[in-house]
């Protein structure tokens, strides 16, 4: 009995540690964060939804660097596609080319000796957001979660791969992976590399003489504008293009765990009879995940949104786009993770080329979807319901 009651009052313990540990955390960050935007630069944006696509043209790119490749990943694994990557960064140091890679602590997934490798060539290798005190549990669950890549100053990548396998549906589980990822040049690049290198230079501590990584850039006929946010800022972001909404409002998420002020917005614009559309993934990566979402996406079904599940591989697009003039696409999901603990950065533009094109996606997305409906939830077995209460108190680290 005595033994029970000592575990009983250890678990109370660290429960109540951990719950301090994170709010303590999360106030301070709210003290100090702060989000950066830009002004419009002109530049050139493409957009790029399969990861072979993506590996590709990166991979291109970095052959042609002559000074410097700067790359930074949430994710970054040991993998086939991986070591594709790793082999390319080693040649052009090898060469004398300037190469940083920034990897976040907690997705860092290569090996030791992978990372040794990289440094004998002289690759900088750095892991982003490390576990420091004195909120153990804040910092170890706050993320980097941005994916840049900026080659020569002039050519910059920004969106949802990482480097994996899966990325390219090589994960047989998940099979095919949609996902969302730009190239800019132009102006644009410049906001990408001062990102990285604001990044690099929080993880590291290295002073970075930074005028040699800036050249000068040929202005594109595309308008963007990039918001970069450190735990609470997206969620305002978010919330002022969610009612900026007049007649149709379409959120692509791998992840759907809103705020309740985001959550509000979405019913309020549809019962004002905006036309919102959700794609969301059939299959979930991560436990608890989809059952976290399924009372909110219960919540938009009442409202009138329609929600489709994304059936034919995995759903990982990170896009909203407002009345098809205005989208928003980068790194942040519509979670609490990104609203309140993760660094993100996101591409916000009104270029109607680019927005085109993003709609042409999405809704051959909505064609390879399952339309989620009231009834199909109310028949969701016994266990998920107990992994939907399990998950509510979790939510805000899904």
């Not at 490749?69 to 991986?82: A, K, M, V």
């Not at 149709?248 to 559309?277: K, N």
């Not at 599940?309 to 696409?329: I, M, N």
Request: glycine share 6%; hydrophobic share 40%; aromatic share 10%.
């Amino acid at each position: 009995m005595n033994i029970l009651i000592t575990i009983l009052a250890l678990v109370v313990v660290i429960g109540v540690w951990l719950y301090f540990d994170y709010k303590l955390g999360l106030r301070a960050l709210r003290k100090k964060s702060q989000a950066t935007s830009t002004g419009p630069l002109a530049s050139k944006i493409e957009l790029i939804t399969n990861g072979e696509d993506f590996i590709d043209r990166l991979l291109e790119d970095i052959r042609k660097a002559n000074k410097h490749i700067h790359i930074q990943f949430y994710i970054f694994r040991d993998d086939y596609i991986g070591k594709r990557m790793v082999d390319e960064l080693i040649a052009k140091a090898e060469t004398g080319v300037d190469v940083r890679l920034l990897i976040d602590q907690f997705g860092c997934k290569l090996q030791r000796g992978t990372k040794k490798q990289l440094r004998a060539a002289g690759v900088d290798v750095e892991m982003a957001a490390k576990v420091r005190g004195p909120w153990f549990f804040f910092s170890w669950n706050r993320r980097n979660h941005r994916k840049l890549a900026i080659i020569d100053g002039h050519t910059s990548y920004l969106g949802g791969y990482n480097v994996g396998d899966e990325y390219l549906g090589r994960n047989p589980f998940f099979g095919f992976w949609r996902d969302f990822h730009v190239r800019i040049t132009g102006e644009g690049s410049r906001a990408i590399q001062t990102q990285f290198l604001a990044d690099f230079e929080a993880a590291t501590g290295k002073h970075i003489e930074r005028r040699s990584f800036f050249p000068v850039l040929q202005a594109g006929s595309q308008t963007l504008q990039f918001i970069s946010t450190q735990g609470t800022e997206f969620e305002q972001t978010l919330l002022k293009l969610i009612r900026s909404a007049k007649n149709s409002l379409i959120i692509g998420s791998p992840y759907f765990i809103p705020t309740r002020a985001v959550m509000d917005a979405i019913i309020d614009v549809a019962q004002r009879g905006v036309f919102v559309s959700l794609i969301l993934p059939e299959k979930a990566d991560h436990p608890l995940v989809k059952h976290g979402a399924t009372p909110y996406v219960i919540e938009a079904l009442q409202a009138g949104v329609l929600v489709y599940h994304y059936y034919r591989g995995f759903y990982h697009v990170k896009a909203v786009v407002a009345d098809q003039s205005t989208c928003l696409v980068g790194t942040p999901n519509i979670d609490k993770r990104s609203f309140h603990l993760n660094d993100e950065m996101s591409c916000l533009t009104h270029d109607q080329t680019f927005i085109e094109t993003v709609l042409a996606v999405l809704h051959a997305d909505m064609h390879a979807s399952m339309t989620v409906t009231i009834e199909q939830l109310q028949k969701r077995p016994l266990l998920d319901r107990v992994k939907e209460v399990t998950a509510a108190p979790l939510s805000p680290l899904l």
